[in-house]
């Protein structure tokens, strides 16, 4: 129940999605307080038998998201939202709300969850490819400085490609600074690294890019 909560653990906002159910699976195997924020009508089905306490909320609503993450009072927040097609707006409201409901409930770090193309990664896209996403990858950059001008620790981790949900993890994935990269990743890998991340020194107030040599684009 959501007000059994305690202090100092993760919240996932977009929990019931791919990736973030696949991160509060792992963070509550590790023994981690995990909360969600997830839509009313949302398919909760992938946080079956997980131990997260299970908020609703809109994340495009400032109180909703203001609401959700001061019930939870998380030590860290990771946006694993996606976006509803043609939602315009979407990837920069969302994080506006979030990093703006963090900072008021003493949150001390933001996870994520953003796309190679974005910002100083546009030329791993070709020239075609960065005119069909330019629209999307702007927004997702107002969300990355969002995040950057916060005053929060964070991390920022680009995905090229991310598929397979419920496949096993390969344990090859990595993340890496190389700009160029248009890398691809397993759901399960997405998910154990970005849970390293968190409070980890190593990956702290950088960008990344995950990749997996061992794995193939469809
Ligand atoms: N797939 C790729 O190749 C790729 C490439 C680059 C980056 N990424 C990024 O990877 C991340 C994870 O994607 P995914 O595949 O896990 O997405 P997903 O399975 O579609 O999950 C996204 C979740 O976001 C939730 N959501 C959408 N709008 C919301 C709102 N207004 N309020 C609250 N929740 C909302 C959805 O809720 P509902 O269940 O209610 O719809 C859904 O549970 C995203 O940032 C995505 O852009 C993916």
Redesign the pocket.
Known sequence: MAQDIKPDGVMV??G?????SDIAKLLAAKGETVSV???A???RKRLEGVNVSVLT????VAADVDAAVMKARPRAVNN?????RDAWGFWAN?QINITAAAKKAGVKELIY????GVGDSAGAYTPEARERTKVVHAERLIAEENIKASGLAYVIIR?????WYGKPATGKASLTEDRTVLGVIQ?IDLAQLTVDCIGNPTYANKTWASVDPTVKRP
């Open positions: 906002i977009g019931a999605g791919q990736a973030g924020m997830v839509r009508n949302s398919d909320g809109d994340a495009l694993a939202l996606s976006r509803p969302t969850l953003s796309s190679v995905i090229g490609s991310v598929n759901y």
